[in-house]
DNA sequence: GAGCCTTTGAAGAGG
DNA sequence: CCTCTTCAAAGGCTC
């Protein structure tokens, strides 16, 4: 039976855990058949990321990425529809199957990016080259995708982005002086330091060769400055550069990860502006100086101790400062006015941003692909897909993130001990204005339709209704779909719960306007994805702990879905759309007004007459 | 130039 | 305990 374990210790960082599926109590018979599947993931959990599973997943994952690349679709449209209808065809190509390979990639930071001290570009400018995990694919999988994504014809450079490129876990030679490590940012790699850090370092295969470090990773040199590079604890996130000096001075909180040896350093140039990118895990010596020196003091933590490199956190947001403009000042302003400035600059408090999480970091590592594949720009239209192929991940992959997000977390706790995201909010922030969302329309909220826990939806009188795991816990915080989960409440009729029309036919497509939106967004799946054969059904509940992909519905197909489980189907989608739309009414009623391009998919393919592929899940946005 | 859009997840505030 | 809000990334777009 499904167990939120709550107790795995490890929950991966997600608070998901109450988080219920779509394909939730779907079919027992699946679950049981993927039990075992189940429990290794329980493993996985427990122990992060395994490599040995990681190989183990390789297959699949090469697999799906041997298949052919979506097409390749110019969306140049400005309007927002356009912007839909490209995700939509997006959603035809990419949706099939989960295009993300597996946990292949290493995202690297770019360290042109903001989080360096005298990053000529942009503070918001994080960006990672993006690389396959070493031991899960072995070059056959990437080769053809790769070749695709070359011969993609984008006018953005993105098509030649770092993670198409560094997919090759055999070249670690690979030369990336050529690839950007973003559409904003080119960065330049050195070429012996193609495994530079990963948030995790430890995903880079040279990790994984026990103590013995690949010739060019030792001694390391940086070829441009000629500056040895420092020893890098492999342990250390990419996001939280540390000093030099600091390397291997404090256990990885996460110490599972065992941090090889002569870890490749982050191939940052240390002429220039640039710093190299040291890695130590913890907050050391030389970090708490660091952190002493930069943040007022109750955000330091307690240690203190000398070493200065001042090398910021890729967290370290300086506002208002602008390096380019404060670089070229130097030798042509006058002292005072560079005196000025950096006073100026004193009094401005660094901004520490939130980690990210699991799935920005799947953004981050994820949209460049898209937008190589699909030349759009717009983030917009590119996060809508990206959400929905997060949706599609399994939930292994899905877990990689979430751990890697709880990674992020942690070592961001550790280094800003005080650090609260209450900080970051606009009020907080000294000339920051305060990011205001749309107001809702009268009848936008969604407070009509939101979303009941099993709590609210029956009634502590009515525990027996609640699905099990809130029984268990005593709260619900998703609908649950099948296995007498409050989700599928009885209600297809009209219920609380009942959604949106069960037949998308009924869905009436005019997503034009965003007055539509409301009702379009009723019915429009949000994610539809084709389960691949291969893929074992995960139940949500059976892994303890494990982070709770969010709507990831698997069914059997959507006729099932629609005509075997009426209630489940669209009331998972229900379900789905009315937690985001709760989360942020005002931009939720935005997108609903856009005929999402995932709806638009759904809809057809649940079409019961339709001959294209059968959808295994769908996620429906519901609004009102 | 600020803010919006769009996504999911995390965290905090408030009821 | 639950709901709501804000922020995190990103780049085009709007005002």
Request: charged residues 20%; hydrophobic residues 25%.
């Amino acid at each position: 039976m499904p167990q939120l374990n709550g107790g795995g210790g490890d929950d991966l960082g997600a608070n998901d855990e109450m988080i219920s599926f779509k394909d939730e109590g779907e079919q027992e018979e699946k679950i049981s058949e993927n039990l075992s599947a189940e429990r290794d993931l329980a493993d996985v959990k427990s122990s992060l990321v395994n490599e040995s599973e990681t190989n183990q997943n390789s297959s699949s994952d090469s697999e799906a990425e041997r298949r052919p690349p979506p097409r390749s679709e110019t969306f140049r449209d400005k309007t927002r529809e356009s912007l839909e209808e490209a995700a939509k065809r997006q959603d035809g190509g990419l949706f099939k199957s989960p295009p993300y390979p597996g946990y292949p990639f290493i995202m690297i930071p770019d360290l042109t990016s903001p989080y360096l001290p005298n990053g000529s570009l942009s503070p918001t400018a994080r960006t990672y080259l993006q690389m396959k995990w070493p031991l899960l694919d072995v070059n056959h999988g990437s080769l053809q995708s790769r070749q695709a994504l070359k011969d993609a014809r984008s006018p953005s450079p993105a098509h030649i982005v770092g993670p198409f490129c560094l997919e090759f876990p055999g070249q670690s030679d690979l030369s990336l002086h050529q690839f950007q490590l973003s559409n904003k940012v080119p960065v330049v790699q050195h070429p012996h330091h193609v495994h530079p850090l990963t948030p995790l370092i430890t995903y880079s295969n040279e990790h994984f060769t026990p103590g013995n470090p690949p010739p060019h990773l030792q001694g390391d040199v940086d070829p441009k400055t000629g500056i040895p590079r420092p020893p890098q604890h492999p342990d250390i996130s990419p996001y939280y550069p540390l000093s030099p000096g600091s390397v291997g001075q404090l256990p990885h909180p996460l110490g599972w990860l065992v941090p090889q040896q002569g870890q490749p350093v982050y191939p940052i140039t240390t002429g220039g502006f640039r710093h190299p990118y040291p890695t130590a895990l913890t907050v050391n010596a030389s970090m708490q100086s660091f952190l002493s020196s930069r943040f007022p003091h109750h955000m330091v933590p307690p240690h203190h101790s000398l070493h200065q490199t001042g090398i910021p956190h890729p967290a370290i947001v300086t506002p208002n400062v602008k390096q380019e403009s404060s670089h070229s000042d130097i030798g042509l302003n006058s002292s005072k006015h560079q005196d000025s400035k950096k006073e100026d600059e004193k009094k401005k408090q660094p901004h520490i941003k939130k980690p990210l999480n699991a799935f920005m970091l799947y953004m981050k590592e994820m949209r460049a692909k898209v937008v190589a594949e699909c030349t759009l720009k717009e983030s917009a239209a590119i996060n809508q897909i990206l959400g929905r192929r997060w949706h599609a991940l399994t939930r292994e992959e899905q877990a990689k993130y979430y751990e890697l997000a709880r990674k992020e977390r942690q070592l961001h706790m550790q280094l800003y001990p005080g650090w609260s995201a209450r900080d970051n909010y606009a009020g907080n922030q000294q000339g920051k204005k305060k990011k205001r969302k749309r107001d809702k329309q009268p009848g936008e909220g969604n407070d009509a339709n939101t979303p009941k826990k099993c709590r609210a939806l029956f009634g502590l009188d009515q525990l027996s209704l609640w699905c099990k795991p809130c029984r268990r816990k005593k709260k619900c915080i998703r609908y649950i779909q099948g296995e007498g989960s409050c989700a599928s409440p009885p209600s297809s009729d009209g219920s609380l719960l009942d959604s949106p029309p069960s037949s998308p036919s009924s869905v009436a497509p005019s997503p034009s306007s965003k007055e539509s939106k409301p009702q379009t967004e009723q019915m429009q799946p949000l994610s539809l994805t084709m389960k691949p054969a291969h893929q074992p059904l995960h139940h949500p509940h059976l892994l303890a702990g494990h982070p709770p992909p969010p709507s990831l519905v698997l069914l059997e197909n959507s006729a099932a879905a629609a005509g075997k489980m009426p209630g489940a189907a669209h009331n998972g989608a229900h379900d789905h759309g009315n937690v985001s739309s709760s989360r942020q009414p005002g931009s939720s009623g935005a997108s609903l007004a856009r005929p999402s391009a995932a709806s638009l998919c759904h809809s057809h393919s649940l079409h019961p007459n339709s001959t294209a592929p059968q959808p295994l899940s769908l996620v429906t946005k519901s609004i009102e």
